[in-house]
């Protein structure tokens, strides 16, 4: 399995929980990482993005100013810190690996998050 998320649970309205994804078997370091999310009878969407290095970022509207992705590439791992939870977000949170010269396009499984209100 070439990612793997760790990290989600159950937190109350407010709270903040640290996700993370592993990734092998491809080339981390040169592959933009992205955190989807689909929450129950809705689609999925993108949620951050960060660029290969590290050094750009992007936010879907919703968690603007709430979460924050980053990487560290010694370790080949992207990280989804979230701040100030509220109980849309609650979603299956995934992790994607894309390169944008082509290739293959990596999905995790997923893990759950779930905010109590």
């Known amino acids: 399995v070439p990612l793997v998320e760790s990290g989600g649970g159950l937190v109350q309205s407010g709270g903040s929980l640290r996700l993370s994804c592993a990734a092998s078997g491809f080339t981390f370091s040169r592959a933009t990482m992205r955190w989807f999310r689909q929450a129950s009878g809705k689609e999925r969407e993108l949620v951050a993005a960060i660029s290969s290095a590290g050094g750009s970022t992007n936010y879907a509207d919703s968690v603007k100013g709430r979460f924050t992705i980053s990487r560290d590439n010694a370790k080949n791992t992207v990280y989804l810190q979230m701040s100030s939870l509220k109980p849309e977000d609650t979603a299956v949170y995934y992790c994607?690996?894309?390169?944008?010269?082509?290739?293959?396009?990596?999905w995790g499984k997923g893990t759950l998050v779930t905010v109590s209100s």
């Open positions: 994607n690996g894309y390169f944008s010269t082509g290739g293959p396009n990596y």
